[in-house]
Nanobody, 123 residues
Framework: QVQLVESGGGSVQAGGSLRLSCAAS????????MGWFRQAPGKEREGIAT?????GTAYYADSVKSRFTISHDNATYLQMNSLKPEDTAMYYC???????????????????WGQGTQVTVSS
């Protein structure tokens, strides 16, 4: 079993920054791919970033590319800069399996979810 706990959410003004953290416990040796998802009320759940933990290879959705950075160093992080009101959502940390030797966002399917942390961006 793997357990994930997110932290670092909060309220910021547009243009501000936040850094989300995700701590993993349990059978962490089985984790190769980590990913961040978000979901706003009335909208579909969106995968926004994934990372291959051993190599640090990262992938991003177009909606956050150039503004968000995913990284892994014991814990998994999501640095969010130049935040927009459209980024307001519940953010979830996830763990999943590799697809054809990679953690490409397009083919990423999470197996474990954290409880979520709220991010609110005001204009």
């Amino acid at each position: 079993q793997v357990q994930l706990v997110e932290s670092g959410g909060g309220s910021v003004q547009a243009g501000g920054s936040l850094r989300l953290s995700c701590a993993a416990s349990g059978e962490t040796y089985k984790i190769y791919c980590m990913g961040w998802f978000r979901q706003a009320p009335g909208k579909e759940r969106e995968g926004i970033a994934t990372i291959y933990t051993l190599a640090g290879t990262a992938y991003y959705a177009d909606s956050v590319k150039s503004r968000f950075t995913i990284s892994h160093d014991n814990a998994t992080y999501l640095q969010m800069n130049s935040l927009k009101p459209e980024d307001t959502a519940m953010y979830y940390c996830t763990a999943g399996a590799m697809y054809d030797g990679a953690c490409t966002l397009t083919f990423y399917r999470p197996n474990v979810w954290g409880q979520g942390t709220q991010v609110t961006v005001s204009s």
